[in-house]
């Protein structure tokens, strides 16, 4: 069964700084991988996804993730935070084998992004 | 607006009443995705369709819950004699499938109606 982990449930950076937020996966196959943004009492906006063999994958709002196959990661990185970056973010997996392209995400736990001034 | 549309955007209610939610997706997808999300958690999926046909659901969906779409297009939820442990934000999401064994569809989000049992 697939499943997904997120390490850090709150993290806080400084307006500027690196953001870095861990997405880890398990799977038998490597899946299709996504971040996805959820604002307050909003539903989720899809940040970037990884369908391809392109493994380094650029997102809106100058947003990152790196698909890396060996760790089994899927990190999301933005070189530098603003205040409207503050919300939760969530990493998902979709099954990508033949006769289970129902296409069904699978969630972290999620993690909240502080931006301090 | 073209979005996904979620009614109502709240809804409160005592235990053992009886619920439902619909959910009006983006009219040219033929697939519609139910997902639950509780306080702290990520989204957990429910039930999906393609076109009229629920294809597949979760063990999640007692059977209290059950879902659908008639025509195709709108779908609804109804959960029966709500307990607490119901209280939730409830996702719907629509896609289309696209011809082709491995292209991923995007799913896009509603808003959610966040249901409160009391």
């Known amino acids: 069964a697939q499943s997904v982990t997120q390490l850090g449930s709150h993290v806080s950076v400084s307006e500027g700084a690196l953001v870095l937020l861990r997405c880890n996966y398990s799977s038998s196959v490597p899946p299709y991988l996504f971040w996805y943004v959820q604002y307050p009492n909003q539903g989720l906006q899809l940040l970037l996804k990884?369908?391809?063999?392109?493994?380094l994958v650029k997102g809106i709002n100058d947003f990152e993730a790196e698909f890396k196959k060996s760790e089994t990661s899927f990190h999301l990185t933005k070189p530098s935070a603003h205040m409207s970056d503050a919300a939760e973010y969530f990493c998902a997996v979709s099954d990508r084998r033949l006769g289970n392209q129902g296409g069904k995400l699978i969630f972290g736990q999620g993690t909240e992004l502080s931006v301090k001034p | 607006d073209t979005g996904v549309s979620q009614n109502p955007r709240h809804k409160i209610t005592k235990r053992g009443q009886n619920v439902t939610f619909r959910c009006d997706p983006i009219s040219e997808h033929n697939r519609l995705y139910w997902y639950r999300q509780t306080l702290g958690q990520g989204p957990e999926f429910l039930t999906y369709?393609?076109?009229?046909?629920?294809?597949?659901k979760s063990r999640l969906l007692s059977d209290r819950f059950s879902a659908e779409r008639p025509k195709g297009s709108f779908s609804t939820l109804e959960i029966q004699r709500t307990e607490q442990g119901d209280s939730a934000m409830y996702l719907c999401?629509?896609?289309?499938?696209?011809?082709?064994?491995?292209?991923?569809?995007?799913?896009?989000f509603g808003p959610g109606t966040r249901l409160t049992v009391l």
């Open positions: 999401a629509s896609s289309l499938k696209h011809t082709g064994p491995r292209t991923y569809n995007e799913q896009f």
């Open positions: 990884y369908t391809s063999a392109a493994t």
């Open positions: 369709f393609q076109n009229e046909a629920q294809l597949e």
